[in-house]
């Protein structure tokens, strides 16, 4: 195998993907200017794009769950509406980054605003490359709104209050570059949004009296949420006793065949009475035969006739009970039927209504907990809650820490396993070439053999053909007389 045929092959482009701050994007294209060896880089609007434009890795800029949730908080929408926004946008995401997880690499964009130097390392290892003559770290960032950690605060806490938002929220920590880089708010940083708020907020007895006004709400709709559970709770009882009332309604499917066959049998036996007197009656004594002048038939008995009547009467009184017990079982399993559909009816309701109830019941939480966070931020007791908020955000740092260095080991690993399926595909084809160099040899020797096999052929006719000759001349009487010559000579010599 040529040696021109194991040299490495050139890098593969990459595709930049801005999904945030457009800032991180010419950060990212600046810093991937320094990458060793150089690469070529395009552009897409999308993941799904991107993975449609080649093979090469895809890296996407965006900002990090309570970021992107903060910002749309700080342009006007409800916090509610800006939960479900980002929900419904990292469903989608997620659903693009199934197909291609192995090529795409998510970047945090506010540990790619700050400092590059800690991120150099995972985007060595991601795209085996090393980076020369860092960018600087701008010296001076944008300012930020003053109310922006308050923002990024109330977006921390919907994600912790909905298990979905925060499992979504987890999920793209740990695939996401730097996401245990990326900056929290500080104390300076509460402090100014809580000096803006007192500068600009309302009344506090205002508040106070909303406060109060949603605390009652929130008992109302407390109670009438443990109605609607106890009354779900109830439909499903019923639906728990939903087997029994099924087994029952087998039961009663069983003895209405049961009736129906009974009711089959009595009508056939009825049908051959009726049959057997209309014959007994209809049937004349025949007037050829002299018997029944000798001996008459015995006429027919009155009281016979009348027994008969009287069980006619009973199995056709037996016939309508019956058929009357049929119908009544038939209205019963429909009326049973019609109260199960009810029941599963209300019982679906119910549970809608309780997801309808809890759905506002979370809006009305979340709405409490930014006037309680207002009414904290106008009091003089802000140090003990700012002591407990900064304790959850280590937590959560170091949780997120955590969740990358898993998620940098994994992807390590997955580097190793692509290097060495790489690696396995080299040996692989250095033994096809080393397999089709050895078949192309056993061919050329196969040619040789066949050829010395036919020229052994043509040296083994030939021989034949000397033989054939010389024992023609061993026959013919020439060879006979010259060797009887020859045997006088050595007699005389002799």
Known sequence: MPDSDLQPSAPEGLTLVGLGNPSALRRLTDLLGAARPARAVDGADDIAA??????????????????????????????????QAWKAQAQTRLAALRQGRIRVLLIDEDALLGDPAPLVAGLEDRLACRFDD????????????????????????????????????????????????????????LDAACDALRAGGGDSRALEERAQLLEQGLAGMTAAMADEQAEAQRQRKMLAELPGLQAAQAALETERTHLRSTVAELQKSLADREAEQRDAVATPAPAQDPAPAQDPAPAQDPGEARARDAECRHLRDNLVELRQMITDDALDLDLL???????????????????????????????????????????????????????????????????????????????????????RALELEQAETRYRTLAGQVDARLHELEEQERRSADLQARLDAVQAELANIYKSKSWKLASSLQGVRHGLKR
Do not use: C, N, Y
């Open 134 to 189: 860092l960018p600087p770290a701008p010296e001076d960032p944008a300012p930020e709104e003053p109310a922006e950690a308050l923002w990024s605060v109330l977006a921390e806490h919907l994600l912790g209050a909905d298990p979905a938002l925060r499992s979504l929220a987890e999920q793209f920590d740990a695939m996401t570059l730097g996401s245990d880089l990326r900056p929290l708010p500080g104390a300076q940083a």
């Open 337 to 423: 039927r019609a109260e199960l559909a009810a029941s599963e009816a209300r019982l679906a309701e119910r549970d809608e209504i309780a997801a309808l109830r809890e759905a506002a019941l979370g809006a009305e939480i979340l709405r409490l907990g930014r006037a309680a966070d207002g009414l904290a931020a106008a009091s003089d007791a802000e140090g003990s809650a700012k002591a407990a908020l900064r304790g959850e955000l280590d937590a959560e740092r170091a949780a997120r820490a955590d969740a990358a260095r898993t998620a940098a080991r994994l992807t390590g690993d997955i580097d190793r396993l692509q290097r060495d399926a790489t690696r």
């Open 50 to 83: 991107a993975l449609a434009q080649g093979s090469g890795p895809v890296l996407v800029t965006l900002p990090a769950p309570a970021r992107a949730i903060a910002r749309d908080i700080a342009a006007g929408h409800a916090p509610s509406d800006a939960a």
